[in-house]
């Protein structure tokens, strides 16, 4: 499949949405760089999980992250993290898809921005799902692992999406590492849950972000990203400490805490 890009500067053009909208993007050359790119195949997948239940939206997630580590992440690294690469591919080819699927892009243009060509970092589901499905399938493990380290990313998309935030912790290593951790010490549920009766911190606090903004704020002292899971471990029970009584990691009773995924 072929997919030409667009040229720079298409987030600005006030006709943009409209001629989506009218199918007349595709039909207009001054949208298109010189620049054409071929991939194998691409089939659809879920690109927004901002809507539905929990459930609803782990499934969205998990179908994602397989068809994206079967056709996508395949490809050179430097396009399946190109913001204009699917930006020109949700735009070309996914149209149909997209209106069926997410038809609130046609109610107006913040929800086409926000669902079609929101800037590709950590707030965007696709780059999530890439980043994902590169960091899971790269480990080379057996497909059983594989479903594990998945599901972990499922059970915890919270801290994931946190951990992705901070460039430093941005590998694939750390990622797995923290979540086996989590895995190991039962504290998925506190990890994701709001912090209470703390007015001097930020609304919607979590306890693990505050885990994630504690080891980065070590760092450079404490190279997190570098230390072996047992040392990691200990550095995110002292991390977690400043903020709940671990004790009841050791004791097994951790309390069920409200979560949601966002």
Same mark, same amino acid.
């Given at each position: #499949? ?7 500067? !298409? ?36 690109? $927004? #999980? ?72 950590? &707030?965007?589901?696709? $780059? ?6 590169? $960091? ?7 497909? &059983?692992?594989?479903?594990? !380290? ?15 935030? $901070? ?23 506190? #990890? ?14 979590? !306890? ?33 400490? #400043? ?20």
């Amino acid at each position: #499949m072929e997919i030409n890009l667009l040229k720079v500067g !298409y987030k600005g053009n006030d006709q943009f949405y409209q001629d989506f909208l009218d199918d007349k993007i595709n039909s207009n050359e001054d949208y298109f760089s010189n620049e054409i790119v071929t991939i194998p195949d691409a089939p659809d997948f879920p690109i $927004y #999980m901002g809507r539905g239940n929990e459930e609803e939206k782990k499934q969205a997630f998990q179908k994602a992250f397989e068809i994206i580590a079967a056709h996508y992440i395949n490809t050179d690294r430097e396009l399946h993290l190109d913001e204009r690469f699917w930006h020109s591919l949700l735009v070309t080819k996914k149209r149909e898809f997209i209106l069926d699927n997410y038809p609130v892009v046609t109610t107006g243009r913040r929800q086409f921005e926000n669902i079609v060509i929101k800037k590709f970092d950590w &707030e965007n589901y696709i $780059y999530k799902c890439v980043l994902a499905a590169e $960091y899971i399938e790269d480990i080379g493990t057996s497909d &059983e692992e594989k479903k594990h !380290y998945y599901k972990l990313v499922l059970d915890n998309l919270d801290i994931f999406n946190y951990i992705i935030k $901070y460039a430093i912790f941005r590998n694939g290593e750390f990622l797995l590492k923290i979540l086996t951790i989590i895995d190991e010490l039962q504290i998925s549920s506190i #990890m994701k849950a709001n912090i209470k009766d703390r007015p001097d911190l930020g609304k919607d606090e979590r !306890y693990g972000r505050r885990v994630i903004f504690e080891l980065n704020k070590k760092y450079p002292v404490v190279l997190s990203p570098l230390l072996d899971i047992e040392k990691l471990k200990d550095e995110v029970i002292s991390a977690l400490s #400043m903020y709940y009584d671990v004790s009841a990691i050791k004791d097994h009773t951790i309390p069920e805490l409200e979560v949601g995924i966002k």
